[in-house]
Structures are given as structure tokens and as C-alpha cells.
């Protein structure tokens, strides 16, 4: 649904979906918010905040008025608020809504790990970016071990979580142990993909980085020229993902001194493409202590 054709499909669908079981259910029940909540999901695929945003108080307010306060349900609609003001850039509305997520998630579930897991798991993503990093450090330290502790039905997100965690630590200037991370989330990213799938390819990006932050500029491009081949093949010249690992490598060349080379790449891409690129090779590089990294 997150590419543009599919989601303009979808989009009538869901909007008779909705139309159909409120006539049906009426407005104040949970079928209607349910679907309400599907189709806000859809319009903040496609950047449609104010709608979305629209959709969203609603399903809240069906919920709030149908359900205890602190029902898990009131926490996911928090957390999908949460997720639009993400999205909106409203990043300390976004880790209070997450907070309040996290503390009904305790409150209804203290003996589910996954659930706790994913809860502070989302928490560490608008706490990150608020530059308090010792806090996420310690958030995300505790998703993983929820999620270690349940095992392996949860290696997709141990292995999220543990590139998150990675990513302060990096912050931190913990690269080693950001590379034990890192490591562990290729690892189980391999196992789990193949070496061929664009999802391994991107989880080598963030080794890529930690290369290019020692120094190693020859490796890390070496390393995300790879990524970008599988990238391309698979997902095509101007899909998002190829745009990352563009902007990754003209990254690289801008910190390893040689910022025409990332221009280069930049003349052969669509104008959108060209700009992101000549960005990245133009701004002065970041303090690798505070540099934030996928």
C-alpha cells in the first residue's frame, strides 16, 4: 500500500468500507472506529496528515467513549497518533503519546514481553530524536531483552531493535558495541532473507556507516556500492530504498573528501533523486559522537 498507484487504488475502497459499516454498525461502534483506523493508516501512507489526523481523533474518541481509559485499545490509538505526529515532525507530542502508551501496556499486560517489548521499542524512536541518548539507550535495551526473552518467534524484531540500539550507541560513541549490534542484525536479517533480498542488502548499511566513521572510506563504499546493486535490481532506479543507499555512498564520498564524486552520482538520477544527492554531498559532515544512523 506505501506506493503511490496501489495506495490511490485502495483509497476508495476504504473510504466505501468505512461508509458501509457505519451505515451498518452506526458511528459510535468499534467496527467503525476499526475501519476508521484502517483508513487513516492509508492516508499517512500517502502524506495526507490532515486527514489523516481527522481520522484518527475519531477512532480515539470511539474508543474513549466505548472503552475503559485504559484499555489496550486506547493504547494502540495513541499509538497511532503518535506514529502521525512522527510523521508531522511534532516529535515531543509523539513521546508523550508514547509514554502513555508504554504505561497502559504495563498496566494491561505486565507479563507480556511482546507487547511491552513493542511498546518501548516505538517509545525509543521520538525519544531518540529529542538528543537525550542515554534514555533510549536504556529503552531500547529493554525491548531487546523482552524480546529476547521471548525468542525466536521474534528475530525480525530483535533484529530491528538491536540496529536500533545500535544507533545510540553510535551516538554514544560506543562503536564497538554498536557493531556487535549491528553484526547480530545482519546475522539474523541473512538468516532470515538470503543474501540476495533488498532487506539484507539495507541492514549492512549501518556497518557501512560505522566504516566510513573509522576512517575505512574505501570499505564503506566498497560495502554500500553492494548494497546498491541489489537494491537497484531488485526494487528499481527511483524507488525510496535506492534513494537511502544513494544518499548513504554520497555520504561516504563527501566524508572521505571527495564530495564530486557524490555530484556525479547525483547528474544521472531524476531531479528529486539529484537533490537529495547534491544535499548530502554538500552539507559539512556530522559529529560521529552525536550523528544519528539507521
Given at each position: 500500500m506505501r506506493e503511490e498507484g496501489q495506495a490511490e487504488a485502495a483509497l476508495p475502497l476504504l473510504e466505501r468500507t468505512l461508509a458501509l459499516i457505519?451505515?451498518?454498525?452506526?458511528?459510535?461502534?468499534?467496527?467503525?472506529?476499526?475501519?476508521?483506523?484502517?483508513?487513516?493508516?492509508?492516508?499517512?501512507?500517502?502524506?495526507?496528515?490532515?486527514?489523516?489526523?481527522?481520522?484518527?481523533?475519531?477512532?480515539?474518541?470511539?474508543?474513549?467513549?466505548?472503552?475503559p481509559p485504559?484499555?489496550?485499545?486506547?493504547?494502540?490509538?495513541?499509538?497511532?497518533?503518535?506514529?502521525?505526529?512522527m510523521g508531522t515532525g511534532d516529535i515531543a507530542e509523539a513521546r508523550s503519546l508514547m509514554d502513555r502508551?508504554?504505561?497502559?501496556?504495563?498496566?494491561?499486560?505486565?507479563?507480556d514481553r511482546q507487547d511491552l517489548a513493542s511498546a518501548f521499542n516505538n517509545l525509543g524512536y521520538p525519544t531518540?530524536?529529542?538528543?537525550?541518548?542515554?534514555?533510549p539507550r536504556r529503552i531500547f535495551e529493554r525491548a531487546l531483552g523482552l524480546f529476547r526473552a521471548v525468542g525466536e518467534p521474534m528475530r525480525r524484531a530483535i533484529a530491528r531493535t538491536a540496529g536500533n540500539l545500535g544507533g545510540v550507541?553510535?551516538?554514544?560513541?560506543?562503536?564497538?558495541?554498536?557493531?556487535?549490534?549491528?553484526?547480530?542484525?545482519f546475522r539474523i536479517t541473512l538468516a532470515l532473507y538470503g543474501p540476495d533480498h533488498p532487506t539484507t542488502a539495507l541492514s549492512r548499511l549501518p556497518l557501512a556507516r560505522l566504516l566510513a566513521w573509522e576512517g575505512r572510506f574505501d570499505g564503506a563504499r566498497e560495502s554500500v556500492q553492494g548494497v546498491l546493486a541489489v537494491i537497484e535490481k531488485s526494487r528499481g532506479p527511483d524507488h525510496s530504498e535506492t534513494a537511502d543507499a544513494l544518499a548513504r555512498l554520497a555520504q561516504i564520498e563527501r566524508d572521505g573528501g571527495a564530495p564530486e564524486r557524490a555530484l556525479r552520482y547525483a547528474?544521472?538520477?531524476?531531479?528529486g533523486l539529484a537533490l537529495v544527492l547534491r544535499l548530502a554531498a554538500s552539507v559539512s559532515p556530522p559529529d560521529p559522537v552525536v550523528a544519528r544512523t539507521a
Amino acid at each position: 500500500m506505501r506506493e503511490e498507484g496501489q495506495a490511490e487504488a485502495a483509497l476508495p475502497l476504504l473510504e466505501r468500507t468505512l461508509a458501509l459499516i457505519e451505515a451498518h454498525y452506526g458511528p459510535d461502534h468499534l467496527m467503525t472506529a476499526q475501519a476508521a483506523k484502517d483508513l487513516a493508516g492509508l492516508l499517512g501512507n500517502m502524506d495526507r496528515w490532515d486527514e489523516q489526523l481527522l481520522l484518527l481523533r475519531r477512532t480515539l474518541e470511539i474508543y474513549e467513549r466505548v472503552l475503559p481509559p485504559d484499555d489496550l485499545e486506547v493504547a494502540f490509538a495513541l499509538n497511532d497518533f503518535a506514529v502521525h505526529f512522527m510523521g508531522t515532525g511534532d516529535i515531543a507530542e509523539a513521546r508523550s503519546l508514547m509514554d502513555r502508551v508504554v504505561a497502559i501496556t504495563e498496566a494491561q499486560r505486565p507479563q507480556d514481553r511482546q507487547d511491552l517489548a513493542s511498546a518501548f521499542n516505538n517509545l525509543g524512536y521520538p525519544t531518540r530524536l529529542l538528543g537525550d541518548y542515554e534514555a533510549p539507550r536504556r529503552i531500547f535495551e529493554r525491548a531487546l531483552g523482552l524480546f529476547r526473552a521471548v525468542g525466536e518467534p521474534m528475530r525480525r524484531a530483535i533484529a530491528r531493535t538491536a540496529g536500533n540500539l545500535g544507533g545510540v550507541l553510535v551516538e554514544l560513541g560506543s562503536l564497538q558495541e554498536a557493531r556487535r549490534l549491528y553484526e547480530e542484525a545482519f546475522r539474523i536479517t541473512l538468516a532470515l532473507y538470503g543474501p540476495d533480498h533488498p532487506t539484507t542488502a539495507l541492514s549492512r548499511l549501518p556497518l557501512a556507516r560505522l566504516l566510513a566513521w573509522e576512517g575505512r572510506f574505501d570499505g564503506a563504499r566498497e560495502s554500500v556500492q553492494g548494497v546498491l546493486a541489489v537494491i537497484e535490481k531488485s526494487r528499481g532506479p527511483d524507488h525510496s530504498e535506492t534513494a537511502d543507499a544513494l544518499a548513504r555512498l554520497a555520504q561516504i564520498e563527501r566524508d572521505g573528501g571527495a564530495p564530486e564524486r557524490a555530484l556525479r552520482y547525483a547528474a544521472t538520477r531524476p531531479r528529486g533523486l539529484a537533490l537529495v544527492l547534491r544535499l548530502a554531498a554538500s552539507v559539512s559532515p556530522p559529529d560521529p559522537v552525536v550523528a544519528r544512523t539507521a
